[in-house]
């Protein structure tokens, strides 16, 4: 919540943090014993032109386009107790 008077502002946080997994990070992929699946990734619609998907392939390969993941601190402790 942000309120302020003026030029002066002051903000209420709810105390969440959220915890970055990036591809690189072995918690990046989940599993059920069979399937291995990423927790974030880039979905292209069948309709996007070609040269937009080699544009962002390109940016991906270069390391331009990175998928990331945010969980919440709390359940990512609790993910990691269930193991």
Known sequence: MCSGKGSKMTFTTTGITFKEIQQ???DFTMTDGIKIVPRAAFKISNRCPDNY????QECINHGWLKP???VKESDYVWEKLGE
């Open 24 to 26: 690189s990070d072995p």
């Open 53 to 56: 998907i080699s544009l962002i």
């Open 68 to 70: 990331v993941a945010y």
